[in-house]
């Protein structure tokens, strides 16, 4: 009973990661129309701003508040000189993004000398319930996850912001001549679900060594999350999150860890080649 309920608690810390990663990608997906395949790499200099701080003595807390802020800043100056010239060609889109994203991915290669790094938790320990120990970092990464879907919700359904962000997703023609700059909004969009990408790679930089392919196996998963939840909706993404996390933190248990990560992917397309709409068929964020 024990292992179960430190198992199931393990699960929710690897789905709560999964969501903050998939969120990013899930808002720029339905805004903007285009899958960000720099979004691992945006995971990647979160997770790296966290280990400079490190390095330089700072610790690791300097560098968890900076990391969203950081990446957000950079997702704000690509999309400002780059990826804003592809929005009416979504495949060169996802081909320009992929190759920012190799280009980021082999310049901290290139910094980090291809060493795994380890960085320590900011907090440390474990802390007793029902006679289970529970990992407070752990804890952390999972009230952090529902404090960040809580936000973004109210954001984008409860304010001024989120009124405009849906207007220009519903019609931007539309919303250009009421006035709403969409050109603003995309901006603010990527600069947000980049900021997220920084948030989840600093959060997760303690529970895995840091190494320039940490994004790489989150973006798969992170892209196939968004194709079973369905693009459009607040609620598609979160749930493809929830499905894909589960399943990729349950089968290693189940079958050999080598089959474990095609299973996820296979049943996943099987999901997606019934329900192509994926679990949210209609919605708009």
Known sequence: MEFAVKFGFDMLAFISVMVLIVLGLGVIASMMGIFNFAHGELVLLGAYTVYLSDKAGLGTWPGLIAAPVVVGLVGFGLERTIIRRFYRTPIIAMLGTYAIGLIIREIVRGLLGGHYKSIPEPVGGAFSLGGVE????????????????????????????????????????????????????????????????????????????????????????????????????????????????????????????????PLVFLIALAIVRVRPQGFIAVGRL
């Open 134 to 261: 529970f990992s407070v970092w752990r804890s952390i990464i999972i009230a952090t996850t529902l404090v960040v879907i809580g936000g973004t919700y109210l954001l984008l359904a409860r304010s001024s912001i989120g009124l405009r962000v849906r207007g220009a997703l519903e019609n931007p023609m539309l919303a250009r001549a009421c006035g709403i700059s969409t050109s603003r909004l995309y901006a603010l969009t990527f600069t947000f679900g980049a900021a997220l990408a920084g948030l989840a790679g600093a959060l997760i930089v303690p529970l895995y060594q840091l190494s320039a392919d940490i994004g790489i196996r989150f973006l798969v998963q992170a892209f196939l999350s968004v194709m079973l939840g369905g693009v459009g909706s607040f609620e598609g993404p979160v749930l493809g999150a929830a499905a894909v996390g589960g399943l990729a933190a349950w089968l290693p248990w189940v079958v050999t860890p080598v089959l474990a990560d």
